[in-house]
């Protein structure tokens, strides 16, 4: 059974950073594209980051550029995520999503129905 299960989530103020990661069983996912999502209160879920097979390449929401860092690595199944200067708009619950294809071209990325697999998700709080 795969499972996609996420941690480090919490409360910072604005200006701080955290790290959410999230690891893999039941399958490995090195050939598949890995990616972030946030969603908030009375809000779709939206793309935040994805990380290509290799973690080579890297895509962004503009809303996070320059603040996020998405990175994996395949030997542990795992994708992080390093928020910087948190934002109280940052605030929401993030899922780990792994793709439903190994060929799926990067501008498919950004859509939350390209992805087959999901984490429960983990609450991330910014106060202002």
């Known amino acids: 059974q795969v499972q996609l299960v996420e941690s480090g989530g919490g409360s910072v103020q604005a200006g701080g950073s955290l790290k959410v990661s999230c690891v893999a069983t039941g399958r490995t996912f090195s050939r598949y594209p890995l990616a972030w999502f946030q969603q908030a209160p009375g809000k779709e879920r939206e793309f935040v980051a994805a990380v290509s097979p290799s973690g080579v390449y890297t895509y962004y929401a503009d809303s996070v550029k320059g603040r996020f860092t998405i990175s994996r690595d395949n030997a542990r199944n795992t994708v992080s995520l390093q928020m910087n200067s948190l934002k109280p708009e940052d605030t929401a619950v993030y899922y780990c999503?792994?793709?439903?294809?190994?060929?799926?071209?990067?501008?498919?990325?950004?859509?939350?129905?390209?992805?087959?697999?999901w984490g429960q998700g983990t609450q991330v709080t910014v106060s202002s």
């Open positions: 999503a792994a793709d439903s294809s190994p060929f799926s071209a990067p501008s498919t990325y950004y859509h939350s129905r390209e992805y087959a697999y």
